[in-house]
């Protein structure tokens, strides 16, 4: 394609696939814990950082990363006393991050156009640096994940369990935090913080129903995301759509079509129903000490 003879667009396509391998790597981990939209409570609190740089003309990224992180850490300490439920405590971070985000970006001299690109994602502005980083923290986020998947797998399916196991439970659920928080940051880029969520949970509850195991379906997962992520950007180059809506939509197109697949997979194999014999009376004979008596 002729578009991808452009450097913009080669960066575009390969933040997109490390991205779209990294974060159902995340979300299987998300998803075993009950805590699916986590990303999408990190990503509002992650948009108070993006308006804190800019009212405060710093690196929007930067402080992002660090409003995100003290954001699932609050969270994971809120929900591990268990005073407060984790819906609630995830139902907080997105009423407090999108008002805080607003009130901000509206005292800042930010334009509507910069705040979208955050909303949304802004792939075709993907500059070199920001390549780099997400090279780099993408990377980092694929060894964590896939180091660590007996323990991390061990945690989120029984924390009792794991703690006498002698694991650290309570270092590994913080790990898992702050990982979220940086997976959300560093997907600003590709899809924004409104549908992050989305790229760590769709393509992990697309690999579920046709998988059998954890480390199939986190194989699988990450399939279906790199195939999400680069169809695409090429979709999105081929028809000027909205990268990050482009690459969601395919998500959730392949989720439907495994799911309608699937469906029709066992209704063939479901076999049908025999006939009901005829119902015919019996005559009961009598018990054998009565037969004796006459």
Request: proline letters at 4%; hydrophobic letters at 60%; a positive charge.
């Amino acid at each position: 394609m002729d578009l991808f003879q452009y450097d913009f667009m080669l960066r575009a396509l390969v933040g997109a696939l490390v991205i779209g391998l990294a974060a159902p790597a995340l979300g299987i981990y998300l998803v075993q814990r009950r805590l699916a939209l986590i990303g999408d409570g990190i990503g509002h609190v992650a948009l108070t950082g993006v308006g804190a740089g800019l009212l405060l003309n710093r690196s929007p990224v930067l402080v992002a990363v660090l409003a995100a992180t003290l954001g699932a850490i609050v969270i994971e300490v809120v929900r591990s006393r268990g005073r407060t439920s984790g819906d609630l405590a995830l139902a907080l971070l997105f009423y407090g991050g999108i008002a805080g985000g607003v009130l901000l970006v509206g005292l800042s001299d930010a334009s509507s156009a910069s705040l979208n690109s955050y909303l949304f994602g802004s792939l075709t502005t993907t500059s070199t640096g920001d390549l780099t980083t997400i090279l780099v923290l993408g990377v980092a986020i694929l060894v964590t994940m896939l180091a660590l998947r007996p323990a991390l797998f061990a945690v989120c399916q029984d924390e009792e369990y794991a703690r006498v196991s002698g694991l650290p439970v309570r270092a590994l659920n913080l790990l898992l935090a702050v990982t979220t928080a940086v997976t959300v940051t560093i997907a600003m880029r590709a899809v924004g913080v409104l549908l992050i969520s989305a790229l760590m949970v769709v393509p992990v509850a697309t690999a579920q129903q046709v998988t059998r195991g954890f480390r199939g379906t986190m194989a699988a997962a990450m399939a279906l995301g790199l195939f999400a992520a680069g169809a695409g950007v090429v979709v999105a180059a081929a028809a000027d759509t909205a990268p990050g809506a482009s690459v969601v939509l395919l998500a959730i197109a392949s989720f439907l079509v495994v799911a309608l697949a699937t469906a029709a997979r066992r209704a063939l194999r479901r076999p049908s129903r025999p006939a009901a014999a005829p119902v015919t009376e019996a005559v009961a004979e009598p018990p054998e000490h009565e037969v004796a008596l006459r």
